[in-house]
């Protein structure tokens, strides 16, 4: 069948029919990569300063993952994140231990004298 020059020629049910839908538009889909990345330094940046970042790290390695298990996500990216995030939780660790140390609620971690 010849597509018509306008739609006038169309009937009721070919017009309808011809618009796209929705439904049918290719939807447009975020990627988490670059907000796990960027939460990552930012969290990796400040937990060298306060362990109160922990939060923010633990997000970005949620987002890396779930960005891993996409498709269409940056993976190079997603795993930067995910490292960052995961260094950043480590820093956050050493801080809370120095601090319950230095109240006395946990034992310090002395290295042996050499």
């Known amino acids: 069948m010849t597509e ?3 739609a006038a020629q169309l009937d009721d049910d070919e017009l309808l ?3 796209p839908s929705r439904s049918d538009r290719p939807r447009r889909r975020v990627s988490l ?3 796990s990345l960027v939460l ?3 969290a990796l940046t400040m937990s060298w300063f306060t362990p ?3 939060p923010l790290a633990l997000i ?3 987002l890396a993952v779930i960005a891993l298990v996409r498709r269409h996500a940056d993976r190079a990216l997603a795993w930067w994140g995910f ?3 995961v260094v ?4 956050c660790g050493v801080w809370a231990l120095w601090i319950l140390g230095q109240l006395g609620e946990a034992p310090v971690i002395e290295l042996p004298a050499a």
């Open 4 to 6: 018509p020059e306008d």
């Open 17 to 19: 029919n011809a618009v």
């Open 33 to 35: 990569s670059s907000p």
């Open 40 to 42: 990552g330094m930012f």
């Open 52 to 54: 109160w970042v922990a």
């Open 60 to 62: 970005a390695v949620v």
């Open 83 to 85: 490292g960052f995030g």
């Open 88 to 91: 950043a939780i480590a820093y």
